[in-house]
């Protein structure tokens, strides 16, 4: 049978691929050694395979179709957005088809794609973790970025649902699990049901973006560190909020910290992006009964991100 050997999760930022500045270099880099501690963590499991729960940022899915769970069963192949590993990523489709059963015989609508392509959500924590490629991953993402989304507790269930799972594998496999996003942090976003015109097109980019994603990916990294350099995003880390959800999943409280977020809180105490907190719930939940240690948090406001890092013993 299949055993989780190795958990945690994970902040991410696109932008810290990017030359900082040097007032954000210390912290910068100490984020960075506390991802190495997790990688150094979940490599010396020895996994045999990396299951990443992640999200898209409207490159793979879009308001045409979005599912709030979607299993790669297939193919997976990434969009190199944001600096980040370009190619046709090493998976287990077998370990991916045997979850998606599994979720949907435990009442979860889980989406399944033979053919996915995922972004920095998925592999950003690749390079972050110093994840060695020959190691395969299964990405499993959640829907952390248009509204509705599924709920807080939802996502803790999901998880439970997908740990339970994973040991149900009838297949002896050492199996690792990180959950990449947040904490707080708030991109720019739209509303799809918008009725001004001047955000027509907008909507329309919500709805129907998938043709234009690679033509629009150099603008749209640019537009962001742009705003960043220019301060447009002061005040998108929370730490006060960020650290009330570290220290809720230390002291074992994350069925009851995911009770109590909802869409509205999220938006009001950790912003917009706050919403990919959900990863994290859901490896809480995979984990549950497990002891989870805080790996460090770090307030970078040039990454527009509160920075931090769990593992679950």
């Known amino acids: ?49 990396l299951i990443v729960i992640g999200q898209d940022h409207f490159r793979t899915l879009f308001y045409d179709l979005m599912p709030p769970f979607v299993i790669a069963t297939g193919r997976v192949e990434t969009w190199g957005d944001w ?60 829907n952390t970025a248009a509204p509705p989304m599924p709920t807080p507790h939802r996502c803790y269930r999901f998880g439970k649902a997908l740990g339970a799972a994973v040991a149900s594998f009838p297949t002896s496999l050492r199996v690792a699990l990180v959950g990449s996003g947040g904490i707080s942090h708030s991109p720019p976003s739209g509303n799809v049901q918008s009725q001004d015109p001047a955000e027509a097109a907008m909507v329309h980019k919500l709805i129907h973006g998938r043709a234009t994603v690679a033509d629009d990916e150099a603008s749209r990294e640019e537009r962001l560190v742009s705003a960043v350099r220019e301060g447009k995003f002061s005040g998108s880390v929370r730490p ?11 002291h074992g409280e994350a069925e009851a910290l995911a009770r109590s977020l909802d869409e509205a809180s999220i938006d009001r105490d950790g912003g917009y992006g706050g919403h990919e907190v959900r990863t994290w719930l859901a490896v809480a939940g995979a984990c549950e009964g497990r002891a989870i240690e805080v790996l460090g948090y770090e307030p970078i406001e040039w990454l527009i991100t509160g920075m931090g890092a769990i593992r679950a013993a």
């Open 1 to 49: 049978m299949a055993s989780i050997v190795a958990a945690g999760a994970l902040s991410h930022s696109p932008i810290i691929n990017f030359p900082p500045p040097a007032e954000a270099a210390e912290a910068i880099a100490r984020y960075r050694g506390i991802a190495k501690r997790l990688g150094d963590h979940i490599r010396g499991a020895r996994p045999d395979v």
């Open 83 to 142: 600096n980040t590993v370009k190619g046709v990523l090493n998976g287990m489709p077998e370990l991916g088809r045997y979850l998606h059963r599994s979720l949907l015989a435990s009442e979860f609508d889980v989406a399944c794609s033979y053919d996915l392509q995922v972004d920095h959500g998925v592999t950003q924590p690749l390079q972050l973790l110093d994840w060695p490629l020959s190691i395969p991953v299964v990405p499993v993402l959640i």
């Open 240 to 250: 006060q909020w960020d650290r009330m959800i570290l220290d809720r999943l230390a």
